[in-house]
């Protein structure tokens, strides 16, 4: 009898709180314009600093971190199911991040990046 009534008093806790799980939120990024070094993981950028990125992330909104960039991304091109970004990261910039925000989910992508001299 005793644990009948944990049971049910956690299950009226967990109504109360209506605590929904976390929907899942699909990201896939893909990079173009940087060179990578064997063994090391950041993206070494050319003198430019620019990047290509392709973003899908259905039914999400994307943002890729203001921060990160030299001037505004222009608008993104819709390209096999995902989005083309042209971007030029900042000077000072160690990354570039991109976000994908929908109801209930967001999720997150970063890409390390260093001068490549």
Known sequence: MHTRTIVV???????MCGCAPREELALRVEYAHCRLDAGDARCALWPDRRLSLWVEAPGAQVEIEPEDLAAPAAPPVEIQGGYRYEIELAPDATSVRVHARAAGAERSWRLPVSAGE
């Open 9 to 15: 008093g956690a299950l009226v806790l967990v109504a």
